[in-house]
Nanobody, 123 residues
């Protein structure tokens, strides 16, 4: 198994940027495809982006294309989510998740989850 801990969430002004991190421990990090999801109050968990095990392939949710970049450093057992041009609608708890089954945007494909980090976009 792998354990995941997100960090970096905070209050940011509209138009600002933010980088979230996801630190992994336990089983070898490099065997997992890593995904980021978000969940706003009263809404379902929403796919943001996914990166393959060695970072060669990325799959983005439609609503974030051009505004986010996912990356990973397997030597540091960490995945990152760089977000820019943030909007109030981006306010949510952001979760990182791990899987080895090749899934993309369905939360049920990800058996391992962190507890999330709160991102609030407000002036």
């Amino acid at each position: 198994q792998v354990q995941l801990v997100e960090a970096g969430g905070q209050l940011v002004q509209p138009g600002g940027s933010l980088r979230l991190s996801c630190a992994a421990s336990g089983r070898t990090f490099s065997v997992y495809n890593m995904g980021w999801f978000r969940q706003a109050p009263g809404k379902e968990r929403e796919f943001v982006v996914r990166i393959s095990t060695r970072g060669f392939n990325r799959y983005y949710g439609d609503f974030v294309k051009g505004r986010v970049v996912i990356s990973r450093d397997n030597a540091k057992n960490t995945a990152y989510l760089q977000m820019g041009s943030l909007r109030p609608g981006d306010t949510a708890v952001y979760f990182c998740a791990a899987q080895t089954n090749g899934g993309d945007d369905d939360p049920v494909d990800y058996p391992y989850w962190g507890r999330g980090t709160q991102v609030t976009v407000s002036s």
